[in-house]
């Protein structure tokens, strides 16, 4: 089935950026709804930003306008450009992949191991 490998993450200032890559195997990823999302120390981790296999893109309102999640279907790759970012937004970030509803086979969906983004004040 899908691997996903999460890379990008790292230090940073208040205010600075990153962006995050998640990588996925296989020939299927455009049949895939793929989501970033984010656990801190003690928390559930919640959805940040997901786009859709058609493009559709939603995002958590602590985010908006500064956040952007974008796919490269050639590549089997989703990206998470993060800007502006703040001390809240430390966490593990995780790539997420759940079959859309064209997807004909497992139903199963797929995590990465996560990347840590450190955001300093």
């Known amino acids: 089935q899908v691997q996903l490998v999460e890379s990008g993450g790292g230090l940073v200032q208040a205010g600075g950026s990153l962006r995050l890559s998640c990588a996925a195997s296989?020939?299927?990823?455009?049949?895939?709804?793929m989501g970033w999302y984010r656990q801190g120390p003690g928390a559930l981790r919640v959805l940040v930003a997901a786009?859709?296999?058609?493009?559709?893109?939603n995002y958590a309102d602590s985010v908006k306008g500064r956040f952007t999640i974008s796919r490269d279907n050639a590549k089997n790759t989703v990206f998470l450009q993060m800007n502006s970012l703040k001390p809240e937004d430390t966490a593990v970030y995780y790539c997420?992949?759940?079959?859309?509803?064209?997807?004909?086979?497992?139903?199963?969906?797929?995590w990465g191991q996560g990347t840590q983004v450190t955001v300093s004040s």
């Open positions: 296989g020939n299927i990823f455009r049949l895939y709804n």
């Open positions: 786009v859709s296999s058609s493009g559709s893109t």
């Open positions: 997420n992949a759940r079959p859309s509803s064209s997807f004909g086979g497992p139903r199963a969906e797929h």
